[in-house]
């Protein structure tokens, strides 16, 4: 199994997320990366055991983002709520962030 750097891939979430938030909410971008940071934080250990399922071969990419995808009701994003944003909004960063997670995923498996 390849080494996988899994540090390497929350920051390249984190990044990409941010220029999602910068595009989706602007003024709001504080918020939203402070939201991602805690999602990310909440399913940590999940994402990672996942990953490296993924990177075995013991997993499809579809289970993989069907998991990532089943993530979302964690992803409570209540920084962004606070601040107003109408849910359909949050619900549209809410995807755009764990396609992000799925696409970083499979970057970093050779």
Same mark, same amino acid.
């Given at each position: ?5 899994? &540090? ?23 918020? *939203? ?36 995808? &089943? ?12 601040? &107003?944003? #109408? #849910? ?7 995807? &755009? ?9 499979? *970057? #970093?498996?050779?």
């Amino acid at each position: 199994m390849a080494n996988i750097d899994i &540090g390497s891939i929350f920051k390249s979430i984190e990044e990409q997320s941010k220029a999602l938030a910068q595009k989706l909410f602007k003024q709001y971008t504080t918020q *939203a990366m402070n939201d991602v940071k805690d999602f990310l934080q909440k399913c940590k250990d999940d994402l990672k055991r996942w990953i490296e399922e993924l990177a075995r071969g013991e997993m499809k990419k579809d289970e993989f983002e069907d998991l990532v995808k &089943g993530q979302a009701d964690l992803a409570e994003m209540h920084a962004l709520k606070q601040a &107003g944003l #109408a #849910a359909v909004q949050i619900d549209t960063f809410t995807n &755009g962030v764990l396609d992000i997670i799925a696409s970083a995923a499979f *970057a #970093a498996i050779p």
